[in-house]
C-alpha cells in the first residue's frame, strides 16, 4: 500500500510565509494610511514622502519578518532575509503596475526590506518561537 502525504503538511510549512506576507501587507496598508495622514495634516515640506515610504516599507519588512522568524523557530536571519525579498517584489510590482517604479530608490528599497526584514527574523525567533 502506498502512503500518500497529507495536505495538511504542506499547509503547515506554508503558514509562516502566508502569516508573514500577510501580516506584513496590512502593516504597510496602515503605515501608509498614517503617513498620509501625516503627511496631509502636518503639510509637510518635500522629501517627507521619500522619508515615510522607507518607514512604511521598512515596518512592514520587520513585522514579516518577525511572523516568518516566529513560525519557522530557526534561522531567523535567512527567513526574515527571505519575507523582507518577497515584499521588496511586491512593492516592486505594485511600483510597476502603477508606473511609478524609480531607479534611484531601488537599490535603497531593497537594503531597507532585507535588513529590516532580517533584524525582525532574528527577534522572532528569539522572542516568540516555541522552545521545546
Known sequence: M????????TVRKLRPFIKGITAGIITAA??????????????????????LGYITIGGACFVCGVFMGAGKGKNGFLWGAVGGGILFVLCCAGAVITGSLCG?????????????????????????????
Not at 502506498?2 to 503538511?9: E, Q, V
Not at 503605515?31 to 522619508?51: K, M, N, R, Y
Not at 534611484?104 to 521545546?132: M, P, T, Y
Open 2 to 9: 502506498i502512503k500518500r502525504n497529507s495536505r495538511t503538511l
Open 30 to 51: 496602515v503605515l501608509a494610511i498614517v503617513s498620509a495622514v501625516i503627511f496631509v495634516i502636518a503639510g509637510a515640506p518635500d522629501g517627507t514622502d521619500e522619508i
Open 104 to 132: 534611484a530608490a531601488f537599490v535603497g528599497k531593497l537594503i531597507i526590506c532585507v535588513l529590516c526584514g532580517c533584524i525582525g527574523g532574528i527577534i522572532g525567533v528569539n522572542k516568540f518561537s516555541e522552545r521545546a
